[in-house]
Nanobody, 116 residues
Framework: QVQLVESGGGLVQAGGSLRLSCAAS????????MGWYRQASGKQRELVAT????????NYAESVKGRFTISRDGAKNTAYLQMNSLKPEDTAVYYC?????????WGQGTQVTVSS
């Protein structure tokens, strides 16, 4: 089993920055990729960014390209999402995701609110 714990959400003004962290524990050797998704109120969950654990690729939603950066620290079993130039439309609950031989696991989510 894999467990994910997110942290780093909060309230920030438009144009500001936040960094989200996602710490993985359990069967971490079975993780092949990690990612961040978000769900705004009344909307479907959408992909924000993903990264392969071997560093082979990263993938971003068009709406965040050039503003958000996904990274991972293998030694800490942690994935990060650096969010710069935040906009009110980035307001959502952000969920960490891990994919591997176990299937898919989700974190509990962390709220990000961007005020105008």
């Amino acid at each position: 089993q894999v467990q994910l714990v997110e942290s780093g959400g909060g309230l920030v003004q438009a144009g500001g920055s936040l960094r989200l962290s996602c710490a993985a524990s359990g069967s971490i050797r079975s993780i092949q990729a990690m990612g961040w998704y978000r769900q705004a109120s009344g909307k479907q969950r959408e992909l924000v960014a993903t990264i392969a654990l071997n560093g082979a690729y990263t993938n971003y939603a068009e709406s965040v390209k050039g503003r958000f950066t996904i990274s991972r620290d293998g030694a800490k079993n942690t994935a990060y999402l650096q969010m710069n130039s935040l906009k009110p439309e980035d307001t959502a609950v952000y969920y960490c995701n891990a994919e591997g031989t176990f299937g898919t696991r989700w974190g509990q989510g962390t709220q990000v609110t961007v005020s105008s």
